[in-house]
């Protein structure tokens, strides 16, 4: 059983693309951040567009990733690069 997960996680700055299905064309690169993204709906990201209040649904072939958020805090990442005990 595969576990669902959003492929663009929260705070990601984003850029709308055309997509699969139809789009109102003023949305077509316009730039926003990914403010909600969950394990239930892993197919639609909320994206609150830049002057705009309200989050817009967005599935996520219409959206391309401008500036990523690392997934771990460097100290963790920075931790995974060490070595292990033997």
């Known amino acids: 059983m595969a576990i669902p997960f959003p492929p663009i996680p ?3 700055r984003v850029k ?3 997509g699969g299905r ?3 064309g003023a949305m077509i ?3 926003g951040i990914v403010v909600e993204a969950s394990d ?3 197919d639609r990201l909320g994206v609150l567009l830049d002057g705009e209040t309200q989050a817009r649904w967005f599935a996520t072939g219409e959206l391309e990733v401008t500036t990523a958020v ?3 805090p460097p100290e963790r990442q920075a931790a995974k690069l ?3 005990l033997p």
């Open 10 to 12: 929260a705070g990601t």
């Open 16 to 18: 709308v693309q055309h």
């Open 22 to 24: 139809p789009l109102d």
């Open 29 to 31: 690169g316009r730039t």
């Open 40 to 42: 239930y709906r892993p």
């Open 70 to 72: 690392p997934l771990l």
């Open 82 to 84: 060490l070595r292990a």
